[in-house]
Each structure stands twice: as structure tokens, then as C-alpha cells.
């Protein structure tokens, strides 16, 4: 079974910083694009930011400058490094994998993966 994992979400002061990971584990032999997007309440899901495999960006343009997308291939593990955090930036947060090939034992297929999403409360 593939699962996405996040963790590192919080409460933070306006001006803070946090850094969340999103681990995606099972028989998994590559990702395409890997992101995050976050739902404040009583809006839609929004892109935050996305990384391909070969490490190319891409922000929304309310985060550009603060927030840095990375991923680490080798570990299937995407991270999104949170600075000058506002109180706009309270939602949860979902990582999202983008053509993930994996095995398993009735073949081998290629799917879409959410994580479970992770609270981020900015507040003083």
C-alpha cells in the first residue's frame, strides 16, 4: 500500500517558521511532480508550490519568497520550508504526489496520492 505521511505542522507566531515533510512509503519506483496545497476554512484548496523530479519550482505568488519547496528523491520525502509566516498562511496543509509508480502483487500502476493533511495555525 502507498501512504503519504506529513508531519511538522504547529502553532507559530506571525514571523515564524516551520518546516513540514511529506514521506511517501510502499513498493514505490518513482514520483513525477510532488507538492503542497492548503485548504483555510470556508475556501477551495489552493497550489502552494510544486517540485518535479529533476527539481524544477513552482509558487503561488502569496508564498514566493518565503516559502522553499525541496525533495529528496532517494527517500520519496518532499519538504516545504516555511518562513515570515502570516496568519494568512492558517489552513491545513496536503502533500500531493503526481504519477507515482509502484508494484505490488496483483501488477504495477501509476496514481495520484493526497496526503492526510497537517494543521498550520499562524496566531499570536
Known amino acids: 500500500q502507498v501512504q503519504l505521511v506529513e508531519s511538522g505542522g504547529g502553532l507559530v507566531q506571525p514571523g515564524g517558521s516551520l518546516r513540514l515533510s511529506c514521506a511517501a512509503s510502499?513498493?514505490?519506483?518513482?514520483?513525477?511532480?510532488m507538492g503542497w496545497y492548503r485548504q483555510a476554512p470556508g475556501k477551495q484548496r489552493e497550489l502552494v508550490a510544486t517540485i518535479t523530479s529533476g527539481g524544477y519550482t513552482n509558487y503561488a505568488g502569496s508564498v514566493k519568497g518565503r516559502f522553499t519547496i525541496s525533495r529528496d528523491n532517494a527517500k520519496n520525502t518532499v519538504y516545504l520550508q516555511m518562513n515570515s509566516l502570516e496568519s494568512e498562511d492558517t489552513a491545513v496543509y496536503y502533500c500531493n504526489a503526481d504519477d507515482l509508480y509502484y508494484c505490488s502483487g496483483y501488477g504495477c500502476y501509476t496514481n495520484k496520492y493526497w496526503g492526510q493533511g497537517t494543521q498550520v495555525t499562524v496566531s499570536s
Open positions: 510502499g513498493s514505490i519506483l518513482s514520483i513525477g511532480a
